[in-house]
C-alpha cells in the first residue's frame, strides 16, 4: 500500500482566501499585528531605556509576515525537496509551490503567454545582470531578420538610476569598444571606448546619458525622445544596426518621483526601441501593467523587480519580467545544470522553456515560493487602495515637515531630506549629517531610518546643488582619503500603508524636534571617518547586538521536554517562528527599561533628556577623530565642537564655525594675532545646497584643487591646535589606507585660561 506522501494533495499557496466580508481595513489591522517585530523595542543609549520600533525603510526592505513565515515553515518546509525532478512526491510537491509562485507573479503584473518571469537570485540587481547576459549573448536581441555582423546598443540610462541600473552599463561600455570599422557615435557625446577589446566581438556599446527634469526630478522625457531621434537619425545609413536600449527607473528611491511608464514606454517603441524598468521603488507603492490596456504601445520589454521590499518580502528571490521574443540567445545566460535536454561528450543541447533555461542550478526555492505568496497577498489587498492610502501619507508627512508646497502628485511614498544647522540671512549654513540625523532617529524615537546617498550619487549629486567641479573635489578627495564621512547625502523614510495615524504624526514630530534641537545633541556623539557611522559615546555594542551563536546554542537543537522552564534556551522557540518569545528586547541587552507604549510621551523624554544634557554641556568630553586639513574646504555638517561651543556662548548668541575656522578646533582662530595664513581654513557654510538643482552656482574658493600632497596629520594638528589635545594611533581597518588618529578635547580648561 503507497504511503501517504507519495500522493501528495497540491495545496495551494496560502490556501486561505479572504472572506467576501472582509473589507481593507479589517486586513491591514491584521498585517499589522502579523508585521514580524511589531512589538520590538530599541534601546536609548542616553539613559537606558526603549522605545517601540517604528519602522519607516520599507524603500530599502520589507518586513516579514507571520502567516507567510509559518506557511513556509510548516507546510512548505514539511515536503520541501529540490526540484527538477517529478519522481518524487516532495519535488513534485515543490515544483508545483514554486511554478504557482510564477503564476501569481504573472498575475500581479499581468504579464501575457508572450512574457517570461524569470526567478534571478538578488533582487533587480540580478535581474539586471541577467538582463545584460541575454542582450549580450543574443546580440542586441537580434531574430533571424535582423541584418547579420556587428550591432550595436545604444544604451540610454535614466539621471535617477540605482547604481545597479548604471554601472554594469558603464562597464559594458567599457568592454565592448566602438570598432575600427564604425568609430562614429550615434549620439554626440555620449559615452564610448574607441577600439581595443575583444575583437572577435560580434557587438558595440554606446551610453546615454539622459538629462533631468528639473520641475519633476525625472528624466526628462522630451530629452529621451531628441536621444531616440539621433539614434534613428544615425540608423539611416545601416538600417538596424544601432538599437535604443532605454533603461529607466519607474520610481526614484530618492524622491519618489515616478515616470507615466505606459506613455514612456510608447515613445520607445516609436523609434523601435527597447523599453527596460526598474521597478524596485515602485512595485511595492503602485500598479505596475507589463501590458496595459489602454497603451497598446506602452508594453514593457523587461522589467527588473526586487520584492524583498514588499511586506512580507525578506528572503524572497528578484524577478526579471521580460517578452520572450527578446530571449534569442542561444546559449542561457549562466549554462549549468537544470537547463539542458541531453549533454554526452560530443555535445550538449538546451531546452526550450525560455524560462527554465535562464535558471540554471538549484534556484532559491524557498526565495521563489516566497515571491509568490508575498504578490499573492498584495493581490488580496489591491494595489490600487495601496497606492491610494500611501498618497495621502506622503503628502501628510511632506506637508509636516517641508515649508515648500512641491508638488507630489506623481511621487510614490518615498520623502528625502536634510537638516540645516547655521542658517542665517546671509548665510547658507551647514547640515547637520543626515547619518547624525539617522542615529537621533532611531536612539530618541526608534524610527528606523536611513541616511546616504541611497545608491543614487549622480541623482544626488543634482539634488544637492553640486555643479561639475565641486563634484569633481568631492570624487578626488573621497578617492585620496577614503573618508566616507565626506560623501554627499541626505536622510530617507517612507511611509507604509500599515501605519497608523498616530505613527505618522510621531514620525512628523520627531524630525521637526530634530529640526530644531538635533544639534545640540552632537557633543554626545562621535563619528567614524571611515564608515561615515555616528554613534553615542555610550552606547555599548557588546551588550546591545545579538549574535547568531548565542540565539542558536547548543541547548536550542536538543529535544523540548515538558519540565523545562520558560525562559530556559531550549523553550525559547515556539513552533512557529513568527510567535518567538525572548528573554530581552532589540538593542537592549537584558537592561532595557521599558517606558510607556504612548508615541508621543517619546518627545516629552526627548525634551527631557536634552534639560539634563544642556545642564552638564560644560563637563562633556568630546571625543571625535581628527580630520585631515587638505580636506578642510569640504566639511559641510556641523562637527560636534561646533555644536558644544556654540552651546557654551548662549548669551553671546555665537555660533560656531564663524568665518576663518580652523577644520578641527572652530575657535582657535578667533584668536586675534593668530597667523593663519598657511593654514586650511574650512567654510562656515556648506559645498553644497539642496534649495538649488542649478550648475551655475560656483564652489566655495577652497573647492578648486584635488587633495594631494597631504602633510602629516599629527604635525598639522599640533601647528593648530590652542587647546591641549591627546592624540592616539588605532590599527588600519581593512579598508583604510590612511592612520585614523583620535582626539580628546579638554575645551573647559581652555577657557578658563581666556
Excluded at 655 to 683: A, C, D, W
Aim: hydrophobic share 35%.
Amino acid at each position: 500500500m503507497p504511503s501517504e506522501i507519495s500522493t501528495p494533495i497540491y495545496k495551494p499557496i496560502l490556501s486561505y482566501p479572504l472572506d467576501e466580508n472582509t473589507d481593507y481595513n479589517s486586513l491591514v489591522v491584521g498585517l499589522r499585528e502579523q508585521s514580524v517585530g511589531n512589538s520590538e523595542r530599541v534601546s536609548v543609549p542616553f539613559d537606558g531605556t526603549t522605545r517601540k520600533l517604528i519602522y519607516c525603510d520599507f524603500t530599502a526592505s520589507g518586513r516579514s509576515v507571520t502567516a507567510i513565515e509559518d506557511f513556509l515553515t510548516t507546510t512548505v518546509c514539511s515536503t520541501y525537496a529540490n526540484t527538477h525532478s517529478l519522481a518524487s512526491a516532495t519535488a513534485r510537491q515543490t515544483m508545483q509551490y514554486r511554478e504557482e509562485a510564477r503564476d501569481k507573479v504573472r498575475e500581479y503584473f499581468n504579464c501575457s503567454s508572450e512574457d517570461s518571469v524569470i526567478f534571478c537570485g538578488a533582487g533587480a540587481t540580478a535581474a539586471i545582470t541577467k538582463f545584460t547576459d541575454i542582450m549580450c549573448r543574443s546580440r542586441v536581441f537580434a531574430t533571424e531578420h535582423s541584418p547579420k555582423g556587428l550591432r550595436r546598443a545604444v544604451l540610454i540610462i535614466d539621471p535617477v538610476a540605482h547604481h545597479s541600473s548604471v554601472l554594469p552599463f558603464r562597464e559594458l561600455a567599457l568592454r565592448y569598444p566602438l570598432s575600427r570599422v564604425t568609430r562614429s557615435r550615434s549620439v554626440p557625446n555620449s559615452f564610448v571606448k574607441r577600439f581595443g577589446g575583444d575583437k572577435s566581438s560580434d557587438i558595440e556599446i554606446e551610453l546615454v546619458t539622459l538629462p533631468l527634469d528639473p520641475l519633476k526630478g525625472t528624466a526628462s522625457v522630451e530629452g529621451l525622445e531628441s536621444v531616440l531621434e539621433k539614434v534613428a537619425h544615425f540608423n539611416r545609413r545601416s538600417p538596424g544596426f544601432a538599437v535604443p536600449v532605454v533603461v529607466l527607473s519607474a520610481c526614484s528611491n530618492v524622491t519618489g518621483a515616478c515616470l507615466n511608464m505606459p506613455e514612456v514606454s510608447t515613445l520607445i517603441h516609436k523609434y523601435n526601441g527597447v523599453a527596460a524598468w526598474d521597478l524596485a521603488a515602485i512595485a511595492a507603492h503602485k500598479k505596475v501593467d507589463m501590458n496595459p490596456l489602454s497603451h497598446p504601445y506602452g508594453y514593457i520589454d523587461f522589467a527588473f523587480v526586487s520584492p524583498h521590499k514588499l511586506l512580507g518580502g525578506p528572503g524572497s528571490s528578484g524577478l526579471l519580467l521580460c517578452k520572450s521574443k527578446h530571449q534569442t540567445n542561444a546559449v542561457p545566460g549562466v549554462c549549468g545544470g537544470g537547463v539542458v535536454l541531453y549533454v554526452s561528450r560530443r555535445g550538449h543541447h538546451y531546452i526550450d522553456n525560455l524560462e527554465e533555461r535562464e535558471e540554471a542550478g538549484t534556484p532559491d526555492i524557498l526565495g521563489c515560493i516566497r515571491t509568490g505568496a508575498v504578490y499573492h497577498l498584495h493581490t488580496l489587498i489591491g494595489i490600487d487602495k495601496i497606492a491610494q492610502e500611501e498618497q495621502y501619507m506622503a503628502d501628510y508627512l511632506s506637508t509636516r515637515i517641508k515649508k515648500n508646497d512641491k508638488d507630489r502628485s506623481h511621487c510614490a511614498g518615498i520623502i528625502s531630506f536634510n537638516i540645516l544647522y547655521n542658517k542665517t540671512t546671509t548665510n547658507h549654513g551647514l547640515y547637520l549629517h543626515y547619518n547624525f540625523v539617522g542615529a537621533l532617529l532611531n536612539d530618541l524615537f526608534g524610527i528606523q531610518a536611513r541616511g546616504g546617498c541611497a545608491c543614487a550619487g549622480p541623482y544626488g549629486e543634482a539634488i544637492l546643488g553640486l555643479n561639475c567641479g565641486s563634484a569633481e573635489r568631492f570624487e578626488d578627495a573621497l578617492d585620496s582619503t577614503r573618508y566616507e564621512i565626506f560623501k554627499p547625502g541626505f536622510v530617507r523614510v517612507g511611509v507604509h500603508f500599515t501605519m497608523t495615524q498616530e505613527e505618522l504624526d510621531f514620525v512628523a514630530e520627531a524630525i521637526l524636534w530634530i529640526a530644531e534641537n538635533g544639534w545640540k545633541l552632537l557633543p554626545c556623539y562621535s563619528f567614524k571617518v571611515m564608515t561615515g557611522e555616528w554613534f553615542h559615546l555610550h552606547r555599548d555594542e557588546h551588550h546591545t547586538l545579538r549574535k547568531l551563536t548565542d540565539e542558536l546554542s547548543p541547548a536550542t537543537f536538543l529535544p523540548k521536554t515538558d519540565d523545562m522552564s520558560v525562559g530556559n534556551a531550549s523553550t525559547r522557540y515556539s513552533s512557529s517562528p513568527g510567535r518567538r518569545r525572548r528573554s530581552s528586547n532589540f538593542s537592549s541587552g537584558s537592561h532595557g527599561i521599558s517606558v510607556d507604549d504612548n508615541l508621543h510621551s517619546a518627545i516629552d523624554k526627548a525634551d527631557e533628556l536634552l534639560e539634563k544634557i544642556l545642564k552638564e554641556i560644560d563637563s562633556i568630553e568630546i571625543v571625535v577623530p581628527l580630520l585631515d586639513p587638505e580636506v578642510a574646504d569640504l566639511l559641510w555638517f556641523a562637527h560636534p565642537l561646533d555644536a558644544k561651543l556654540s552651546l557654551m556662548h548662549p548669551k553671546d548668541n555665537i555660533i560656531f564655525p564663524t568665518v576663518k575656522t580652523g577644520l578641527n578646533n572652530p575657535e582657535v582662530f578667533h584668536l586675534e594675532g593668530f597667523n593663519y595664513n598657511n593654514l586650511r581654513i574650512r567654510p562656515d557654510e556648506s559645498i553644497f545646497n539642496v534649495l538649488c538643482w542649478s550648475d551655475s552656482i560656483d564652489p566655495p574658493k577652497g573647492a578648486k584643487e584635488a587633495a594631494r600632497n597631504r602633510k602629516s596629520i599629527t604635525k598639522m594638528m599640533m601647528k593648530m591646535m590652542w587647546l591641549k589635545v591627546t592624540c592616539r594611533e588605532r590599527p588600519l581597518g581593512p579598508r583604510e589606507r590612511h592612520p585614523v588618529m583620535f582626539a580628546k578635547y579638554h575645551t573647559r580648561a581652555r577657557l578658563s585660561a581666556l
